[in-house]
């Protein structure tokens, strides 16, 4: 993604190439990467899924850090498959083989990298969402809600799997920040990165040759949302389909960003 200018967002997000170098983003969606968790319910079988699926995506991701050296990453959650489920000993097996798969390429420039939590990772929701895997996710990977300035944009990555939820310990990090969004008079471009896309109706045309997703928002969170940020841009993840679409009420272009796992994609 190239924050200089992306189709679809309009002349708002676009900069002046004569004053402005263009800041490329690199996002990436949904690695779930397999781990012992998988193996042990699996059996035998499950290595033959684990090391193709893990060696594909760290053969790509060399490769893509060297065609397209990206500024910054946006990973888009569900890092570790059923990550949540895990104690905290294969956790931290989890996290080894993680880094292993999406190690840096020491020669190339060092891009920073940023996370956002998913629901194989923490949970979803009221019941779903376990307080040890949120918490360890944190210390891990950082907070899963924030705010940066890159290039002339303003990054918004929102929690959207905790703030689904009615539990505010959790989800007041997230409200925090929305109600934040709604004051700040900067008139920066926001792009918003949420782990779960927004609500869209059902039977929604994503455009060929996209599919609709099976999981979405609920509408009046994805309206909170949008009324509050009002961003120019969405990316989500949490998908087995992409999708693109425009939410008129705040005239957002959503793009929904495919597995980068192979055996995720449908």
Known sequence: MSMAGVEGMGDYCLLDQSIA???H?????????LNEFVLERTGKT????EF??????????????KALLPDAVMILGD?????????NVKWELAIHRFNIIFMQTPSLKQAPVFYLAGNQDIG?????????????FRTVFGKTNY?????NHSIIALDTVTLSGKNENLSLEATHLIEGLKMDSNKAPRILFTHTPLYRPPNTDCGPPRQNNRHILDESI???????VRPKLVFSGDAYNDCEIRHKSVDAVEITVNSFNFAMVS
């Open 79 to 87: 890092l570790i498959n059923e990550g949540r489920k895990w104690d």
């Open 124 to 136: 979803f929701g009221n019941n779903n969402v376990s307080y040890e895997a949120y918490n360890r």
């Open 25 to 33: 983003m690199l996002l990436i969606a949904d690695p779930r990467t």
């Open 147 to 151: 705010s940066l300035k890159i290039g």
């Open 21 to 23: 170098k263009p800041i």
């Open 222 to 228: 994805s309206t909170l949302i949008l009324e509050n």
């Open 46 to 49: 499950g290595i033959f899924q």
């Open 52 to 65: 193709p699926q893990n060696m594909y995506m760290r053969k790509n991701w060399q490769n893509i850090q």
